[in-house]
């Protein structure tokens, strides 16, 4: 398919309905300082990853190596809405969940009863989604902030929305720029009172930013832009170009009183005799002040940008022997280690996919590894740390991609800005094994190298979770399969098929002494060809499993 046909299919969607005491300070707001919970203590998951520092580590232990094999569905709920890529918030005994378009569900996270929905449709703000953010973005989202008697979230026609916890009623919605051009899919971050949240539309011209806003108003507190205005002096944004979205959400240091954030590539997102150089800050680690959103340092993963290189997936925080660092998988298929200090690298970056670039050259076809324009390297999913192996655990996909650059520089017209065109399917990936497939690999933090790597049918999508009993949970994207493997081999010890794709990670949590694992299918709207195995959404599905008897 090529690229104007994956909009098309896009567009037909539209119908279908501070060093280690950091870190143990972090977990210790889930469970106790030693990084367990304490037996019959209700755990929950307050944010999209878990903990502020990103790490998707659960102080759980009633489900383990021994016994996750008697994991049995606990419940299931499922919405008419096709497609999910939703990371659950749990508070209390309330299960917070989004589909497609930005719907939000409370859910009893111990039955799955439905307690309330709110339609993100039915804002006032306009129908969801501009004809661009239709084309270049879907309708994907991430999931919901949760605090202070509020839920908090965000629409694919940029809309940021506060609804009442109890009732799911809205109290405030304010529009984020033109979403003919601008999109929202990641969760906003609260903390503080301060509601932080991304951007999406590189491919529309967008330029990328970062925000603050006042939790209980919705007024603008801060907008960090991570690249210049266009056509200002000395800026490398010429005419309707853009760049440096935020796609995930921000990573957040309290005590340092920063946010840490990745940002996207440059437009045109193929072609850079539009933009020579290093194009700064796209395809870059943040740190950015808390109160203020002055940057503080930057670290740029990929310098030369011609094949939609982003850093997608949320940085994540973790010890380390020389200090607290920033981890980041991107697009282009390395893992990258940098200090959370002054963003120094630690480690040299490790590959984690199958790599042979080949720059374009205009007016010729190349296929080039990985083909991250049609979704390869680690696409948004987040990464998470392990306190008891040192390890992190990066999802990826092997998809190539067939490119073709004009020999002149197209005049932007409308629409996405690609700067050529590009396929991921097709007769011509027969003659790679390795195109659509993926990988998930365990990396040592303190040194950088691959502790070990399982090799997968079908690319590796959505992130995975990590508990205190040595536990790893992942899906096999597009096989449906949910697992659990040991956090220090990889083995397989247990899994169960949803049916459906899964691009997300599972949410952990206990409810009166009772362990729950809770994981969305449906799957994505913005990718699926050369992803391997099921490629078209599925209605959201949310499933709990937990073990028969505890």
């Known amino acids: 398919m090529n690229a104007n046909g994956r909009w098309s299919r896009r567009r037909m969607l539209v119908g279908l309905a501070t060093v280690a005491a950091v870190a143990i300070a972090a977990v210790a707001s889930l469970g106790t300082a030693s990084g367990h919970a304490q037996s019959g203590e209700d755990v929950g998951w307050p944010t999209v990853n878990g903990t502020l520092d990103g790490q998707r580590y659960s102080p759980l232990t009633q489900i383990d190596t021994s016994n996750v094999k008697g994991l049995k569905v606990a419940w299931q709920f499922r919405s008419k809405?096709?497609?999910?890529?939703?990371?659950?918030?749990?508070?209390?005994?309330?299960?917070?969940?989004?589909?497609?378009?930005?719907?939000?569900?409370?859910?009893?996270?111990?039955?799955?009863?439905?307690?309330?929905?709110?339609?993100?449709?039915?804002?006032?703000?306009?129908?969801?989604?501009?004809?661009?953010?239709?084309?270049?973005?879907?309708?994907?989202?991430?999931?919901?902030?949760?605090?202070?008697?509020?839920?908090?979230?965000?629409?694919?026609?940029?809309?940021?929305?506060?609804?009442?916890?109890?009732?799911?009623?809205?109290?405030?919605?304010?529009?984020?720029?033109?979403?003919?051009?601008?999109?929202?899919?990641?969760?906003?971050?609260?903390?503080?009172?301060?509601?932080?949240?991304?951007?999406?539309?590189?491919?529309?011209?967008?330029?990328?930013?970062?925000?603050?806003?006042?939790?209980?108003?919705?007024?603008?507190?801060?907008?960090?832009?991570?690249?210049?205005?266009?056509?200002?002096?000395?800026?490398?944004?010429?005419?309707?170009?853009?760049?440096?979205?935020?796609?995930?959400?921000?990573?957040?240091?309290?005590?340092?009183?920063?946010?840490?954030?990745?940002?996207?590539?440059?437009?045109?997102?193929?072609?850079?005799?539009?933009?020579?150089?290093?194009?700064?800050?796209?395809?870059?680690?943040?740190?950015?002040?808390?109160?203020?959103?002055?940057?503080?340092?930057?670290?740029?993963?990929?310098?030369?940008?011609?094949?939609?290189?982003?850093?997608?997936?949320?940085?994540?925080?973790?010890?380390?022997?020389?200090?607290?660092?920033?981890?980041?998988?991107?697009?282009g298929g390395f893992w990258h280690e940098v200090l959370a200090s002054n963003g120094k690298r630690l480690t040299k970056p490790v590959a984690f996919v199958y790599q042979h670039r080949v720059v374009p050259t205009p007016g010729e076809t190349v296929v080039s590894w990985p083909g991250s324009a049609g979704g390869a390297g680690s696409e948004w999913s987040p990464v998470p740390f392990s306190p008891q192996t040192g390890l992190v655990y990066v999802s990826g996909l092997n998809v190539p991609m067939k490119v073709t650059v004009p020999k002149k520089p197209p005049a932007y017209k409308s629409g996405i800005d690609l700067g050529g065109t590009f396929e991921t399917t097709g007769v011509w990936t027969k003659k790679y094994p390795l195109a659509g497939t993926g990988t998930f690999t365990a990396i040592d933090v303190n040194t950088g190298s691959i502790r070990w790597q399982k090799k997968e049918p079908t690319g590796m999508v959505g992130g995975a979770t990590t508990t205190a009993s040595r536990l790893v949970f992942v899906a096999v994207s597009g096989k449906g399969l949910f697992q659990a493997l040991d956090a220090k081999t990889g083995t397989v010890l247990w899994q169960h098929a949803l049916g459906g794709r899964i691009d997300d990670a599972a949410s952990i949590y206990s409810v009166n002494g009772k362990e729950y694992v809770l994981v969305a299918s449906g799957g994505t709207s913005i990718g699926g060809p050369g992803w391997g195995g099921i490629e078209t959404p599925s209605p959201a599905t949310f499933t709990a499993f937990a073990l028969a008897k505890s």
């Not at 006042?214 to 205005?229: E, S, V």
């Not at 005590?255 to 590539?265: M, P, Q, S």
């Not at 020579?276 to 109160?291: E, F």
């Open 81 to 331: 809405t096709i497609g999910a890529e939703s990371y659950p918030v749990v508070v209390g005994q309330t299960a917070y969940v989004t589909t497609t378009y930005g719907n939000v569900y409370a859910l009893d996270a111990v039955s799955g009863k439905k307690l309330w929905m709110f339609d993100a449709i039915k804002l006032k703000n306009g129908k969801v989604g501009g004809l661009l953010a239709v084309g270049t973005h879907g309708f994907p989202n991430r999931g919901v902030a949760v605090g202070g008697g509020r839920v908090y979230g965000v629409t694919p026609n940029a809309v940021l929305y506060s609804l009442d916890q109890a009732t799911g009623k809205l109290v405030w919605e304010r529009s984020l720029g033109d979403p003919f051009f601008l999109s929202e899919s990641a969760a906003p971050v609260l903390y503080d009172g301060m509601l932080f949240v991304g951007s999406a539309g590189s491919e529309a011209g967008q330029r990328g930013f970062e925000a603050a806003f006042d939790a209980n108003t919705g007024k603008q507190i801060w907008r960090h832009y991570t690249i210049p205005p266009a056509n200002a002096p000395g800026s490398w944004v010429k005419g309707h170009h853009g760049g440096g979205d935020v796609w995930m959400n921000a990573t957040i240091d309290p005590k340092a009183g920063r946010l840490y954030i990745a940002t996207g590539n440059p437009g045109s997102d193929l072609d850079s005799r539009v933009r020579p150089g290093r194009d700064l800050w796209t395809n870059s680690v943040l740190a950015l002040d808390l109160k203020t959103g002055a940057q503080i340092w930057g670290y740029q993963l990929e310098h030369f940008d011609v094949w939609d290189f982003d850093s997608a997936s949320p940085p994540v925080l973790f010890p380390t022997a020389s200090g607290l660092a920033v981890g980041e998988a991107n697009k």
